[in-house]
């Protein structure tokens, strides 16, 4: 495990960048990350925003934000902030201004206007049903349109009518006038514009005819001079169409686009619709919540931006199926943490111990260092008292062969503190263990027992300076690996029962002033962050364990 940074990692993208560079086909590169601002971003995105704006970082070239907001339906002013607010919060800052796919509309419209003068489009009133019939399948060719043949003058006031308002809405739709046999279905005379009476969030109610994704993809691209259109493999397909409409009008630039696999996470979704359902039937918390592979339920996780680019920088970019473990993710979030969180103790299943022998002002507490390779984080003390909580599952009455920790007659080293001998296990009438009485060796602060070895240590805390905190667990949100494979079966189905448990824990006295965000290794129980939303700085303490320190993921480890 390392925290340094791996060198850049070429790809088959940046082949072809150096190339275009090299031969004189740009004088540098304009990308984009052209989200549409129908839900939040999620773990995918992050690779395309780290490939996109990382790329424009190394090469000194630029990286657009636009918005494409061509479904006014499904869009909302919430979901293009909180996008905003991802996109920089993973450390990229855009090219000027936002753009949106909205600021051209007109600029579409008149390009639509120029490829009816030029024969290639065409109004047609077949209804949705109608179309989808003549459209023909993958092994049976489209058949033309009966509308496909009218006038130039005909389509043209048709569609001046569609923008005006005078045509009920998915009555007619402007269509490419390509090729209906082609063996390419999206390129059997697709659809351009709609008539859609719903209210944008940036034109209001200024149009009631919008322009489809492949033709304002391509268009916008063009418009704003990108040089290299970064996409999921999916439109591979859609690939001649934008070359297409981009050759058949008056446009100077004509953008490349290029395929990489999308990122899929094992044991989690990566889809817009379905993190939505989850979020509407109230399946977890909201966006953000922790267990969610959204950008926000990242960040409240207590993921790193780093951790999140270095994971993006270590998957690559290529065109093979691109599926990753979860434990992938979780080892790059470590390794940034590892560097940069102080260490403190915490309890999170309490058990209480006495300390017969301690007396006060004699066995007192030592100063501990935040970071073992860090000793610009500082030190704080660590208070012993009469009475301890340890973790109940670092005692054992009959411990398995190798116990390291607790058992009656056993000593332990209590970290930053002395060594601690179990004398008793005190019960209840029920039989069930309340508190142990233990006793430690005063001869043995900073300094080996003599004649004995002690092999283990555990973290504690003093009952009376440790702080009650909240600490929430998270485990994978799905039971399966690809809990959407199964286009027939439900994947709520294999929502994880046990994804969230919340622990009443306790907190060395340190933390008390953690803001919110802050993070923190809990000595030998993983990293946790202090919550976002619930968290208060001296008030409620509230922390989410990030990640544990070794990859849970494959088995379960102590
Ligand atoms: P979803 O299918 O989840 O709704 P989308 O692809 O429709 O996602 P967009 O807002 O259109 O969402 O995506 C913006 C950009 O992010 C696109 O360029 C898209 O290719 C890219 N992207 C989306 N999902 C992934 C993914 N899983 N891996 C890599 N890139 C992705
Ligand atoms: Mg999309």
Request: aromatic letters at 10%; a negative charge; glycine letters at 10%.
């Given at each position: 495990m390392s925290s340094t940074p791996l060198p850049v990692t070429s790809n088959f993208i940046r082949s072809i960048i150096d190339a275009d560079l090299a031969g004189g086909k740009h004088r540098g590169i304009v990308t984009r990350f052209p989200p549409e601002p129908n839900g939040y971003l999620h773990v995918g995105h992050a690779k395309s925003i780290c490939l996109n704006f990382g790329l424009a970082k190394d090469y000194h070239g630029k990286c657009n934000l636009r918005f494409d907001d061509t479904n006014p339906e499904k869009e909302s002013e919430e979901y293009a902030q909180s996008i905003q607010d991802d996109v920089r919060w993973l450390g990229f800052q855009w090219d000027g201004e936002v753009r949106w796919a909205s600021d051209y509309f007109e600029q579409l419209y008149q390009f639509a206007v120029e490829l009816i003068q030029k024969g290639l489009a065409y109004v047609d009133d077949l209804t949705p049903e109608q179309m989808r019939e003549y459209r023909g399948t993958l092994t049976h060719a489209g058949k033309n349109s009966?509308?496909?043949?009218?006038s130039v003058a005909e389509n043209l006031d048709l569609f001046t009518r569609m923008r005006a308002g005078e045509f009920a809405d998915g009555s007619r739709v402007l269509r490419a006038r390509i090729d209906m046999t082609s063996g390419n279905i999206n390129m059997r005379d697709p659809a351009i514009y709609r008539i859609r009476r719903v209210h944008h969030i940036r034109t209001g109610d200024a149009w009631c005819i919008y322009p489809m994704y492949d033709y304002t993809h391509c268009i916008s691209d063009a418009l704003e001079g990108i040089t290299h259109s970064l996409c999921t493999l999916e439109f591979e397909d859609h690939r001649p169409l934008y070359d297409w409409v981009l050759d058949n009008i008056t446009i100077p630039c004509h953008p490349r686009q290029y395929e990489f696999s999308r990122l899929e996470l094992h044991y989690t979704i990566t889809s817009k619709r379905k993190l939505l359902q989850l979020v509407n039937e109230k399946r977890v918390s909201g966006w953000d919540d922790p267990r969610m592979p959204t950008i926000q339920g990242m960040r409240r996780r207590g993921y790193t931006p780093e951790g999140i680019r270095e994971f993006a920088k270590r998957i690559g970019v290529s065109k093979s199926e691109n599926t990753v473990d979860m434990a992938e993710l979780e080892s790059a979030i470590r390794d940034d943490l590892e560097s940069k969180a102080p260490r403190v103790m915490a309890v999170i299943n309490p058990l209480k111990v006495v300390v017969t022998n301690f007396v006060e002002g004699q066995t007192e507490s030592r100063e501990a260092g935040f970071h073992p390779q860090h000793a610009e984080f500082g030190a704080r003390l660590v208070q012993l008292g009469k009475e301890i909580w340890i973790e109940?599952?670092?005692?054992?009455?009959?411990?398995?062969?190798?116990?390291?920790r607790l058992t009656i007659g056993g000593e332990v080293r209590l970290r930053y503190s002395f060594v601690l001998r179990c004398d008793e296990a005190i019960k209840d009438a029920a039989g069930k263990l309340i508190e142990l009485r233990c006793s430690i060796d005063p001869d043995t602060l900073g300094k080996n027992p003599a004649g004995r070895k002690v092999k283990g240590v555990i973290h504690w805390l003093s009952c009376t300076h440790a702080l009650q905190a909240e600490i929430r667990i998270y485990d994978r949100l799905f039971t399966v690996p690809e809990p959407d494979a199964d286009k027939e079966f439900d994947f709520f189905n294999y929502l994880n029962p046990y994804s969230l448990s919340v622990a009443q824990g306790w907190v060395e006295a340190?933390?008390?002033?953690?803001?919110?965000e802050a993070r923190y290794q809990f000595e030998r129980l993983g990293y946790f962050c202090a919550d976002?939303?619930?968290?208060?700085?001296?008030?409620k303490l509230v922390f989410n364990r990030t990640v544990t320190l070794k990859d849970s993921w494959a088995k379960e480890q102590n």
């Open positions: 009966p509308y496909r043949e009218r109940a599952d670092d005692f054992s009455e009959n411990p398995p062969d190798g116990w390291q340190c933390v008390r002033d953690a803001a919110p976002r939303r619930d968290h208060q700085a001296g008030g």
